[in-house]
C-alpha cells in the first residue's frame, strides 16, 4: 500500500535561514512524489513534482525537493525563508492508480 | 484560465437537509477529484473520475454521499441527509490524463467549507 509521512507536524525557521520540510514514502513500483502549499482559506498548489531524472527538483517559489530512493524520502526545501512561505505543505506521492495520497500536511512558520 | 471552480464557497445547513456542492474543472483536464479535508483526518479523497466516469470510490464515507459528472464541465458532490459530522471542507481538483509513466499534477478549487449544524 502507498503511504506518506510527514513526521514533523510544524517547523519554525527564522526568515533568511534555510528551511527543511521532511517527507518520507512507501509505494511499491516508481514512485511519483509532489509537494503542494495551502494558504489560509485557499485550495491547495502545486509546487513541485519529481518523475524520473535529476533527483534534485526545482519549483515553483524558490523551492526544490531532492528525491533519496535509498532514504524513501522527498524532503522541501529553500536555501533562503520567506515570512510569505508560512504555510501549510504537503508531500504526496502516486504509483500507477492515478489516485494522489497525500501525507498529514506539515505547518512552516516563518518568523521575522 | 479561471482554474477549478467551486460553489458555494460557504455552506450552512441544518442537520438533516440536502446538500449539493459543485465543481467546474478546468477545461481540458481529463481527471476530476473530490476531497475532504478535515482537522481530525486531514485531506481526504472521496472519489474520482476521468473523462466523466467513476473510476474509483472507495473513499466515499456512506450511502449519504453521492457524486456525479454528467459531463465534462461540471460535478457535483451530493449528502443527504447530512449530519454534523460531515462539515469539513470539500476540494474538487481536476487534472491532465494520467500516463503510468507520466503523472500529471492536480489543480485545486477554493473548497466549500460546508457547516452542518
Known amino acids: 500500500a502507498q503511504s506518506v509521512a510527514q513526521p514533523e507536524d510544524q517547523v519554525n525557521v527564522a526568515e533568511g535561514n534555510p528551511l527543511t520540510v521532511k517527507c518520507t514514502y512507501s509505494v511499491s513500483g516508481n514512485p511519483y512524489l509532489f509537494w503542494y502549499v495551502q494558504y489560509p482559506n485557499r485550495g491547495l498548489q502545486f509546487l513541485l513534482k519529481y518523475i524520473t531524472g535529476d533527483n534534485l527538483v526545482k519549483g515553483s517559489y524558490g523551492f526544490e525537493a531532492e528525491f533519496n530512493k535509498s532514504q524513501t524520502s522527498f524532503h522541501l526545501k529553500k536555501p533562503s525563508a520567506l515570512v510569505s512561505d508560512s504555510a501549510l505543505y504537503f508531500c504526496?506521492?502516486?504509483?500507477?492508480?492515478?489516485?494522489?495520497?497525500f501525507g498529514q500536511g506539515t505547518t512552516l512558520q516563518v518568523k521575522p | 484560465d479561471a482554474g477549478v471552480i467551486q460553489s458555494p464557497r460557504h455552506e450552512v445547513t441544518e442537520m438533516g437537509q440536502e446538500v449539493t456542492l459543485r465543481c467546474k474543472p478546468i477545461s481540458g483536464h481529463d481527471y476530476l477529484f473530490w476531497y475532504r479535508q478535515t482537522m481530525m483526518r486531514g485531506l481526504e479523497l472521496l472519489i474520482y473520475f476521468n473523462n466523466n466516469v467513476p473510476i474509483d470510490d472507495s473513499g466515499m464515507p456512506e450511502d449519504r454521499f453521492s457524486a456525479k459528472m454528467p459531463n465534462a464541465s461540471f460535478s457535483t458532490l451530493k449528502i443527504q441527509p447530512s449530519e454534523p459530522r460531515d462539515s469539513a471542507v470539500y476540494f474538487c481538483?481536476?487534472?491532465?490524463?494520467?500516463?503510468?509513466?507520466?503523472?500529471?499534477?492536480?489543480?485545486f478549487g477554493p473548497g466549500t467549507r460546508l457547516t452542518v449544524t
Open positions: 504526496a506521492v502516486t504509483g500507477n492508480t492515478g489516485k494522489l495520497i
Open positions: 481538483a481536476s487534472s491532465l490524463f494520467f500516463l503510468v509513466d507520466r503523472p500529471y499534477e492536480q489543480y
